[in-house]
């Protein structure tokens, strides 16, 4: 954060560290939905990834499955997750 900090003009650069500060600390509504559209993004590309590639990128699934705690966010995740299983279990039953 600091290099992109020194790439800005220093009032822009410590707007964004502020609101870098802010995400991280996850305090505030928008840090939160922030973090869980982060989290959602990452294991929406794994399920594209892994039909697009025939790959299996489970941890991503793993490691998210109790970071949702917002709606709409734990119906998302829910929905992708119960699509991911169907999709799964039928490309075993074609094998």
Known sequence: ????????PSTVGE????????YEANETKEAKIV???DKFDM?????HYEQKYG????????TTKDS???EPFMSWN???RMKRYIRKNATQENN
């Open 15 to 22: 707007d964004w560290y502020s609101l870098w500060q802010e």
């Open 35 to 37: 973090k869980h559209l």
């Open 78 to 80: 829910e929905e992708l």
């Open 1 to 8: 954060m600091k290099k992109i900090m020194e790439m800005v």
């Open 43 to 47: 294991i929406v590309q794994a399920s």
């Open 55 to 62: 790959i299996d990128l489970e941890e991503f699934f793993t």
């Open 68 to 70: 949702f705690t917002l």
